[in-house]
């Protein structure tokens, strides 16, 4: 079973596509300097190396867009064909400048005009409306430019850092970040921009799930389907990262939503793609191995459970979408394993059975010849292909 995915258009950046019915796409983003061009390259080796498909860098300063040109040979002397995204902060004339190197740009709609001076006054309806109108006229270069160089744009919006407009109108809260986002959309839908894709990043996974589904429900009620990118942004380390992750983006997949998904943690980059690889194959959004179903064990198993299960692992994860259960006993086992395609399940001390779907198709195997066995019932029933 998958979730029903939700509808949108379909960006291209460079060759690859997002959204629609194209893969959910994984991406990450360099932490090297960008002006250094072996530090890069190193680590967009690492990345290419573990499948990222698109690639940020950050782009402060005009040093950073110069660098793009070489970067990018570097790749292409590599073989490596990775789009690449710029992100742009504070500065609209970088994001202008950088259209010719890369694929996308990420702007935040926080802070590519306004400055963040937090001046505690009231908007009236016109100054709002000036407000916007000086957005428009700031970003009328960049929609030119992205046409020009077929550069698509992300509207990265973060709760950390919505800009004074909306914080004073709409305060610190996810229908803010929906409006920073809207207020940009419509712009560049009035320009006929149409390559835009969006994400809602917060460091709290609960805000992060408000702001998308809320941010869904407002474009469509404008007739927008553009894709979503999902993050939690600043999720930290080692196993807090990797839950904070799985939370909102897995959440918000089970939604059927989200288009690219990137997992930020506080680590090496290339560390981020298997975590965004599992969330997807957890969540069945994506598959990229096979799906294993396995009891926790209890006093009903005759068998070392965790023993076997690696061992059935080490012969079996190549096996892309079959999915196998491990489970200890005949008691719950059966009914437990779901919808797993194939079932190893303890019958009593060092004897297996062995399930079809639901139908058990041998009985009361010696567990010695027990996972030979399981691998003879893959080929049998044509779900085998040997490991690349
Ligand atoms: S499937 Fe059987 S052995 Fe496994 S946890 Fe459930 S009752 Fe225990």
Same mark, same amino acid.
């Given at each position: 079973m998958f979730p029903k995915r939700r509808q949108t258009s379909t960006v291209s950046i460079g060759t690859l596509k997002i959204g629609s019915t194209e893969p959910i796409r994984i991406q990450s983003m360099l932490t090297?300097?960008?002006?250094d061009i072996e530090e890069c390259i190193a680590e967009i080796t690492r990345l290419d190396k573990v499948n990222c498909e698109i690639i940020r860098l950050t782009v402060p300063n005009q040093k950073s867009v110069d660098s793009l040109h070489a970067i990018r040979s570097e790749m292409e002397k590599r073989g490596i064909q990775r789009p690449l995204v710029a992100d742009v902060h504070f500065n609209p004339q970088l994001a202008i400048n950088v259209c010719e190197f890369v694929e996308k740009v990420r702007i935040n709609p926080g802070n590519f005009v306004d400055s963040k001076k937090f001046e505690a006054r009231e908007y009236t309806d016109k100054q709002y409306q000036e407000e916007l109108a000086r957005v428009e006229e700031k970003i009328l270069p960049l929609i030119s430019n992205l046409k020009k160089y077929g550069c698509a744009l992300r509207v990265g919006t973060n709760h950390g850092s919505l800009s004074d407009r909306v914080m004073n109108r709409y305060g610190d809260t996810s229908k803010g970040m929906v409006e920073s986002a809207l207020e940009f959309l419509r712009i560049l839908r009035k320009h006929d921009f149409e390559e835009t894709v969006l994400s809602m990043k917060s460091s709290n996974p609960l805000v992060m799930i408000q702001a998308y589904r809320q941010l869904v429900i407002a474009m469509e009620s404008e007739e927008m389907y553009y894709p979503l990118h999902l993050g939690v942004t600043e !999720? #930290?380390?080692?196993l807090d990262g990797r839950i904070k992750s799985a939370v909102g983006i897995g959440t918000l997949l089970c939604d059927g939503l989200g288009d690219t998904i990137r997992v930020s943690?506080?680590?090496?980059?290339?560390?981020?793609i298997p975590v965004a690889q599992s969330i997807l194959q957890s969540t069945r959004a994506r598959i990229y191995n096979t799906d294993f179903i396995s009891c926790p064990s209890?006093?009903?198993?005759?068998?070392d459970l965790e023993t076997t299960t690696a061992q059935i692992k080490a012969f079996?994860?190549?096996?892309?979408?079959v999915k196998i259960a491990i489970m200890g006993c005949v008691v719950n086992g059966p009914g437990e394993?779901?919808?797993?395609?194939?079932g190893y399940v303890? !019958? #009593?001390?060092g004897k297996i059975n062995l399930y079809c779907g639901q139908t058990c198709?041998?009985?009361?195997?010696p567990s010695v010849q027990a996972v030979k066995r399981l691998i003879e019932l893959i080929q049998e029933h044509g779900k085998w292909v040997d490991p690349a």
């Open positions: 090297s300097d960008t002006t !999720a #930290g380390n080692e943690l506080t680590e090496a980059s290339e560390n981020e209890c006093g009903r198993t005759f068998f079996t994860s190549h096996l892309k979408g394993m779901a919808d797993a395609d194939f303890g !019958a #009593g001390p198709v041998e009985r009361n195997i």
